[in-house]
């Protein structure tokens, strides 16, 4: 393997979805490969350390970040890690022969068996790709965020968000997630338990190698909140290390009590209490972030009774 740290000084954003998969082929033929696998999916190996991360997202989620690049390079530049993204250009869901096929292929080659230690990383439907495809690598290491568990409507039938999806096939190669992680070292699902659905699913993989990590009010922006709080990185690697446990993602998560996205979240389920007083010291956290001009909209919004104070001046002296 080769050994670099070094990730391309390149920025995709903003570029037509051919010119976005042309840089990415880029970066593939320098430091590994790139390689479509139909229509609808692709992916991206960088070959550089022991450790291999494998990261499920789609074009959509990898857009929106800094220069367009996919997570799986920022472990790269940091840890010095390999990285395989599998990428989904829609809602694919990685439920596609070229998909699996592909995954098999890797294991026929012996591939997962090159690295010490492997860790499948996703969030939502990439959750549920990173769960259900880490069967291929036995002993690799899960962090599920916001997990399905499937989608299959004689399974998850309740679960109405997303109809489209129900077509694909959920039954055969690498189907039911819970399943899949049978073989697996350890898995960590992260999710917000007063979210009904994320919880229903997370439910389903209870398995005695699993641990669920709760993110209350985090809602269906999890993620994008664990990303504005810088936690992202250290979160891989405490899982990469099997240090991932409810103390060390406690710390990580008080962060959120800063973040903007987070409290924003928050204040519209407080606000639907009909609690003033609640809503008042939510708004003066909110003052902190970089949405100060929100919060000091709706604390100006509130009757003049629930409104803070301002502090005694001390005279004394």
Do not use: K
């Amino acid at each position: 393997m080769t050994d670099t740290t070094t990730v391309p000084d390149l920025d995709l954003s903003g570029l037509s979805p051919a010119d976005w998969h042309a840089g990415l082929d880029r970066i593939g033929e320098e430091h590994g490969y790139y390689e479509r696998l139909g229509s609808d999916h692709a992916a991206l190996f960088i070959d550089a350390g022991p450790r291999l991360l494998i990261t499920f997202e789609t074009r959509e989620a990898i857009r929106r970040r800094p220069r367009a690049l996919p997570r799986g390079l920022e472990a790269w530049a940091r840890n010095g890690w390999s990285v395989l993204s599998l990428i989904a250009d829609g809602d694919g869901w990685f439920r596609t022969p070229r998909v699996w096929g592909y995954v098999d292929r890797l294991v026929d080659e012996g591939f997962f068996e090159d690295f010490e230690r492997v860790l499948f990383y996703g969030h939502h439907a990439g959750g549920y790709a990173a769960a259900a495809y880490s069967v291929a690598a036995p002993g690799a290491r899960v962090l599920a965020l916001r997990p399905v568990a499937t989608l299959d409507p004689e399974i998850a039938g309740w679960d109405r968000r997303h109809l489209s999806a129900r077509r694909l096939d959920f039954t055969s190669r690498y189907g039911y997630a819970p399943d899949m992680l049978d073989a697996a070292s350890r898995a960590v699902v992260l999710h917000d338990p007063r979210h009904a659905a994320d919880s229903i699913h997370a439910a389903l993989f209870r398995r005695p190698n699993v641990t669920t990590l709760r993110a209350a009010h985090a809602g269906t922006r999890l993620e994008q909140i664990l990303d504005q709080t810088g936690a992202i990185p250290e979160l891989l690697e405490l899982a990469m290390e099997d240090r991932l446990d409810r103390a060390a993602f406690a710390r990580l998560w008080r962060a959120r009590h800063d973040n903007a996205l987070y409290l924003r979240g928050l204040l519209r389920q407080v606000e639907s209490l009909d609690r003033p007083d609640w809503v008042a010291r939510l708004c003066q956290r909110g003052l902190r972030t970089n949405e100060a001009a929100h919060f000091a909209e709706r604390l100006r919004a509130l009757p003049e009774a629930a409104r803070p104070r301002p502090a005694a001046v001390s005279r004394a002296g």
